[in-house]
């Protein structure tokens, strides 16, 4: 990897036999767990990453995420990840993410908004008075739509999960990712053989914590695109997702 | 990585923040996705891994796994995980792990017992006909007890669960680290946060289909001591797993 200090910094990886997915692909859910992974690398190379601001009790927070593929690395594939911060302001910042083989083959992008808390009080940190902040802004073309706000989810049957162990991350939340797994998990194995996803936006809303039960809601509004919804066991609205699916040739 | 040829393979990762899991540690199931990656690795340096066994429809297939532990790396901590070739016969390969920080802090140890079949015909493949294997045992302790068979299961209230999407790997089946995901989410978090798993085996005995649902039973044996089994629709056993907890101090 290379790991110098770069406003558009660029990581490699290799897809294991092990990591792949029923279509011999990277599962998104990895390719989601490479997003933070690489977030965390970079914001860490200019000191602002987890190990500098959980010392102040402070923590980047995903807020909204879209990502847009054309087609995914297969088994033993080298994928290369390109991210960079697009745009910043005293709440949000705007990180994007351009994913490729090293060889130049493109495979799409994603759009990340990110704040920053303080996790005692709950509250938003000012993003501006980050030292360095200015200077570590990127310039690449990211041309996917921007992240869109997904509308309430209908649906008369959802399904009912219990909050399991593996769900829980290091601030004993749901991990980001799981989510993403249980969203994925609402369709099935004949409609992921058929097409794959093209576009997928999750907004994360609020927080859901072990020993409740969340709803898994899910509406179709095309032929293609489908929107669900996460929410806890008091009706609130944990997340909501949007996926378009294209078909496989 | 260190990744030229040698009877003893060593690799370095560091645990990343959105890896921890809720007591800020690796996840068990990351470690083994780590043992199954770090297999995989040292098998390719010698000819014999997944890309050149599937060319002849071949694969390496997971039977038995017990790891130990005394503590397990937390957040940020690198880890080195040395594996090698302990022994092997006709029908089975003896491969161990020692997990360490690379300063020399040991962590556990890890045992683990494959065979090669054919995919098509489901036959188990003589692995003393491969090239090279009697140059790549390696020599190094692992003072850790050999994996068990571990007994039938008495439960009567088993969790029942139909098998999603993201639980299914590239050959179909169901992911080896799935199977452990599911048996630690029998335990409770308040359980992981008195205890650590010491001592963890599986033992793979039949392989689980999408569509299929699932039973998850489970038994205490002693106060820290508990199996699981995971039996198909049919009632055929797939795994059965043991777990050993420790107090934390």
């Not at 402070?58 to 995420?65: G, S």
């Not at 992240?147 to 008369?156: A, F, G, H, M, R």
């Not at 399991?164 to 194995?189: A, G, Q």
């Not at 004949?190 to 020993?211: L, T």
Request: glycine share 4%; with cysteine.
């Amino acid at each position: 990897m290379e790991n110098e200090q770069k406003k558009i910094a660029a990581y490699i990886y290799d897809l294991e036999p092990a990591e792949g997915n029923a279509q011999q692909e990277i599962p998104l859910t990895l390719l989601v767990k490479r997003i933070l992974e690489t977030a965390t690398y970079h914001a860490e190379n200019w000191g602002v990453g987890y190990s500098t601001l959980i010392k102040e009790n402070r923590a980047w927070v995903l807020a909204r995420l879209a990502i847009e593929m054309s087609s995914y690395p297969g088994i033993y594939d080298k994928y290369k990840i390109e991210t960079w911060i697009e745009s910043y302001n005293k709440h949000f910042s705007a990180r994007n993410f351009c994913f490729s083989s090293p060889d130049g083959k493109l495979y799409g992008y994603a759009r990340s908004i990110w704040s920053v808390i303080d996790i005692q009080n709950r509250t938003s940190v000012d993003i501006t008075t980050f030292r360095h902040i200015e200077n570590n802004v990127g310039e690449k073309d990211c041309p996917i739509a921007p992240q869109s706000k997904i509308k309430p989810v209908n649906d008369e049957n959802p399904i009912i999960y219990p909050i399991r162990y593996s769900d829980i991350d290091i601030n004993r939340h749901i991990n980001s990712v799981k989510y993403i797994e249980h969203i994925l998990d609402m369709f099935s194995m004949d409609m992921y053989d058929k097409n794959f996803i093209r576009r997928f936006e999750i907004n994360y809303i609020s927080e859901a914590r072990y020993g409740d039960k969340l709803s898994f809601y899910r509406e179709q509004l095309a032929e293609n695109i489908y929107t669900s919804e996460i929410r806890n066991s008091s009706g609130e609205t944990i997340c909501r997702g949007r996926i378009e699916f294209s078909k496989r040739n």
